[in-house]
């Protein structure tokens, strides 16, 4: 069963927490995918992986760009991962239908908006009830915390 983990955002924005998740993923050798809802969102987390060069530079790409199956990371509107990810990041209330195509899912989400944090209640409770593996982490000063 696919691990599943929700990333209750409460101390920093999506486009500061992402680039620490996704360096750990490429350096355990791993490829991600990132969906987004919204193509602002899409475009500022773009930005922000151009801008992180420590502790690693996070090479990326999107619709358009050739060869979208060497991405290390792929940015995406849609449901699709051409770099055959085996992790994929959910943001903006983002689901998959099919959890069992990656190893692993990480379901990020703002703790400062009440709908975000409703939804992810319902996402939980939906992929608990389907037996995923869940867990819950809590944004501390420093990194995360498994609170569940």
Known sequence: MTQIGFYHLTRTSVT??????LSRTLASGQKA???????ATLDDVDKALWKVSSPTWLPHGSAGVLLPERQPIWLTLEDDTPNNAPFLFLLESRTCEDCTRFDRIFDLFDGHDEDAVAAARTRWSSLKAAGHELAYWRQEDKGWKRAR
Not at 16 to 21: F, G
Not at 33 to 39: D, E, M, P, T, Y
Request: charged residues 15%; glycine residues 0%; hydrophobic residues 55%.
């Open 33 to 39: 995918a990132v969906w987004c809802a919204s193509k």
């Open 16 to 21: 500061e927490a992402l680039p620490q998740l």
